[in-house]
């Protein structure tokens, strides 16, 4: 085992590699308050990479409805309660959040990586800490689609009195929308016995070389986030492939600029937003006040990863949902998740021109600037005082040039008389 | 009789196994699994490929044991020997796909079972397969006098699944009395409790009692699932038993001449004049009585 920095959890931990870390690093921020769940991102997915024979249950995107959907179903709850079974009541974290080396404190319990230490069988050690889904969690990608809580815990005949209660609403769901975070620790690349996983050192994409996978499904029993999926018909394992063609840039339509995925492109919600962002030689970002992303993860601090705790640094970050209790969110982002939810609910001029981003354009945006303008409008949220200035957010592309342009006040257009009801 | 193989469920089946074996210690076996299934990824042909593969795995299947273990249950039923033209394992993706049909047709009883990969690495491999083998045994057999359509006259499909969900209540009951499997008699009871829930307890524990007793063969099952049946009440929007389209106009007995109801009869033999049909059939089978032949003009 090597020891890494990660700075998600704040603090070094065990790998089974040394720290290498790609040119440039393939992250997406998705903002779970405006996902409806519509699974435009799954079809994009499907169809282009996935829909051939032997691939029929097999979703590298998914979106799913929690607390209690899953694919394959509870992924979450059953990594969590192996970790929880490692090193019972010691999943907690302390520490004050500090610069971006420890954005969130320190992270004081067990990654997989460091419980599986302690999972020792007859072969060994495992690499990461994990479990082989059945054949039928697998097959329901859609089950408790827009299921809510719907009971005080263990009162399953009672409902909630008042459950749109405010701020956060006692019966509540949220879609989740995901896919392989390409994580800069990949536990699927640490547990592959062939060695035929690999990060690329351009993007930070995280590939299966078909040629040399053997379908030992070690990947998939060790990808926290099961996504490392195994085709029956070729007798390997596939996972997302980010759309490496899109973010090299060799999609005709970019003209030649690297672009977003097809799920990230699909959202007819705008809820993504994808980049590539540049890394310190200990695998931090490096500070880029102009890039979107790193301004939603480091500066705004809004966009928080998906279990950190897991210990895998995933590159998928998530604006999480307001209405969602505290407690649940708190397990699912991390510690920042408090902070990120105030900020988010009463947001300031940037932070609110910045979202204007999400799926504006299918080139991928690098930097971005505001051009001010003047206040539209005013209010007070749960005490706080909210302004909106009709600011206009401007994106560039890799080779500096515009590629988006949007004002925060969505402009209305009034036809005239004559063409009241007609396009 | 021949034995027939999914080669996906092998392929997990022998997957599973082994990855079983090795996590207890028998990395060896497992090793030489795994060695020569990846020499098989060399074949460039991807027919060949898996011709390769399914043979493969049908070997491990019978090197570690899982075919024995399948063949000795099925052993305990010679009906199925000696009826049964073909036993097909094959794959289930979830438990409620699981279990056994027969496919009959001229010259040919084929047994098709459906399992889990899961299946083969769980306690109660046997005593499910031994279960689902009975069933099978049982439609073999000329004793049970088993009939695969389910019909109840003029009852509309969600009426039909409901009886046939009764029969499976109360089959799955006799056979776990039967093969005196005691772990299955308190799920048993629940089910047929949630299907027969309008019978008084007392009936229900006489009912269920007799029934994991005795042996009643199929028309005595059907005739327990049928009695406890009540017909859809001709309520205003329900279905017509004929035509089954929901309808407020309800024709009674009394509406209907004796010509009408012979019609009916002649094309719904078990339909009686108390379950009524909609008004528009009424009128139609009414007519239907009356008509002439067509005049010819030359």
Same mark, same amino acid.
């Given at each position: 085992m090597s020891n890494v920095y990660n700075w998600q959890l704040g603090r070094p931990m065990d790998y089974p590699y040394d720290a290498a870390f790609p040119r440039e690093q393939f992250a997406f921020v998705f903002n779970l308050n405006r996902c409806i769940g519509c699974q435009s991102c799954t079809m994009a997915c499907k169809s282009t990479w996935t829909f051939s024979k032997g691939q029929e249950y097999m979703w590298w995107n998914n979106v799913e409805t929690k607390p209690y959907g899953g694919y394959p179903a509870h992924w979450d709850v059953k990594t969590l309660d192996l970790l929880e079974k490692a090193n019972p009541g010691g999943q907690s974290w302390g520490g004050t959040p500090q610069n971006a080396k420890a954005p969130y404190g320190q992270f004081k319990g067990q990654t997989v990586f460091e419980a599986a230490k302690?999972?020792?069988?007859?072969?060994?050690?495992?690499?990461?800490?994990?479990?082989?889904?059945?054949?039928?969690?697998?097959?329901?990608?859609?089950?408790?689609?827009?299921?809510?809580?719907?009971?005080?815990?263990?009162e399953r005949d009672r409902y909630f009195q008042r459950p749109e209660s405010l701020p956060q609403h006692k019966t509540w769901f949220f879609y989740l929308a995901r896919l392989c975070n390409h994580c800069s620790y990949p536990a699927c690349l640490a547990a592959c016995p062939r060695s035929a996983i690999y990060k690329r050192p351009e993007d930070g994409?995280?590939?299966?070389?078909?040629?040399?996978? /053997?379908?030992? /499904?070690?990947?998939?029993?060790?990808?926290?986030?099961?996504?490392?999926?195994?085709r029956g018909t070729t007798r390997t394992s596939e996972k997302c492939v980010a759309c490496y063609p899109r973010v090299e840039g060799r999609d005709p339509d970019g003209g030649g600029l690297p672009m977003q995925t097809r799920c990230m492109s699909a959202c007819i919600g705008h809820i993504r937003l994808q980049g590539l962002v540049e890394l310190n030689a200990d695998g931090t970002w490096k500070e880029n006040r102009q890039h979107p992303l790193y301004y939603l993860v480091h500066v705004a601090k809004v966009a928080l990863p998906l279990y950190p705790q897991f210990g895998t640094e995933p590159n998928g970050y998530y604006i999480p949902p307001r209405w969602v209790p505290l407690p649940y969110l708190r397990q699912m982002f991390g510690p920042g998740v408090d902070a990120a939810i105030e900020r988010y609910s009463v947001p300031d001029r940037e932070l609110l021109a910045v979202l204007q981003l999400f799926g504006k354009d299918r080139r991928i945006c690098f930097r971005y600037e505001i051009k001010q303008g003047p206040k539209v409008f005013e209010t007070n949220i749960r005490g706080k005082k909210f302004e909106m200035f009709n600011d206009t957010v401007i994106g560039y592309g890799r080779d500096g040039k515009e590629i988006a342009r949007i004002a925060v006040e969505e402009p209305v257009h009034v036809r005239p008389a004559q063409h009241a009801n007609s396009i | 009789m021949q034995l027939r193989y999914d080669g996906h469920l092998l392929e997990s089946v022998v997957f599973l196994e082994a990855r079983r074996l090795e996590q207890s210690g028998q990395a060896a076996l497992a090793g030489r699994y795994h060695a020569q299934r990846s020499t098989l990824y060399e074949l460039a042909d991807p027919d060949q490929r898996s011709d390769g593969f399914f043979k493969l795995h049908v070997q491990w299947f019978r090197e570690l044991g899982l075919e024995?273990?399948?063949?000795?249950?099925?052993?305990?039923?010679?009906?199925?020997?000696?009826?049964?033209?073909?036993?097909?394992?094959?794959?289930?993706?979830?438990?409620?796909? *699981?279990?056994? *049909?027969?496919?009959?047709?001229?010259?040919?009883? !084929?047994?098709?079972?459906?399992?889990?990969?899961?299946?083969?690495?769980? $306690? #109660?491999?046997?005593?499910?397969?031994?279960?689902?083998?009975?069933?099978?045994?049982?439609?073999?057999?000329?004793?049970? #006098?088993?009939?695969?359509?389910?019909?109840?006259?003029?009852?509309?499909?969600?009426?039909?699944?409901?009886?046939?969900?009764? =029969?499976?209540?109360?089959? $799955?009951?006799?056979?776990?009395?039967?093969?005196?499997?005691?772990?299955?008699?308190?799920?048993?009871?629940?089910?047929?409790?949630?299907?027969?829930?309008?019978?008084?307890?007392?009936?229900?524990? *006489?009912?269920?009692?007799?029934?994991?007793?005795?042996?009643?063969?199929?028309?005595?099952?059907?005739?327990?699932?049928?009695?406890?049946?009540?017909?859809?009440? +001709?309520?205003?929007?329900?279905?017509? @038993?004929?035509?089954?389209?929901?309808?407020?106009?309800?024709?009674?007995?009394?509406?209907?001449?004796? #010509?009408?109801?012979?019609?009916?009869?002649?094309?719904?033999? !078990?339909? +009686? @004049?108390?379950? #009524?049909?909609?008004?528009?059939?009424?009128?139609? =089978?009414?007519?239907?009585?009356?008509?002439? @032949? @067509?005049?010819?003009?030359?």
């Open positions: 302690h999972n020792v069988s007859p072969e060994g050690a495992q690499k990461a800490l994990g479990y082989l889904p059945t054949d039928e969690e697998w097959a329901g990608a859609n089950r408790f689609e827009d299921h809510p809580t719907g009971a005080p815990k263990g994409i995280v590939l299966i070389d078909q040629e040399r996978c /053997r379908g030992y /499904r070690k990947c998939m029993e060790a990808c926290p986030y099961k996504k490392s999926l195994y | 024995a273990r399948v063949l000795a249950t099925a052993k305990e039923f010679p009906l199925i020997e000696e009826r049964a033209t073909s036993l097909m394992l094959r794959k289930a993706l979830a438990k409620k796909e *699981e279990g056994a *049909e027969l496919f009959v047709r001229p010259g040919a009883k !084929n047994v098709v079972v459906a399992l889990r990969s899961e299946r083969f690495l769980e $306690d #109660g491999f046997e005593p499910f397969l031994r279960h689902e083998f009975c069933h099978v045994a049982d439609m073999l057999d000329d004793a049970f #006098g088993y009939e695969p359509r389910i019909e109840l006259a003029g009852a509309p499909p969600t009426e039909l699944a409901l009886l046939r969900d009764r =029969y499976r209540v109360l089959w $799955d009951i006799t056979i776990a009395g039967r093969l005196k499997q005691e772990a299955e008699r308190a799920a048993c009871w629940s089910e047929f409790t949630r299907a027969f829930s309008t019978l008084p307890e007392e009936r229900q524990r *006489e009912l269920f009692d007799r029934l994991w007793r005795e042996r009643p063969a199929h028309a005595g099952l059907l005739d327990i699932a049928k009695s406890s049946h009540t017909r859809a009440a +001709r309520t205003p929007g329900g279905a017509c @038993p004929l035509c089954k389209f929901p309808t407020f106009d309800w024709a009674g007995a009394d509406g209907l001449g004796s #010509g009408a109801v012979a019609a009916i009869q002649e094309h719904f033999p !078990n339909w +009686r @004049p108390e379950d #009524g049909c909609c008004g528009r059939c009424a009128e139609l =089978y009414a007519m239907s009585k009356m008509a002439q @032949p @067509p005049t010819l003009f030359v």
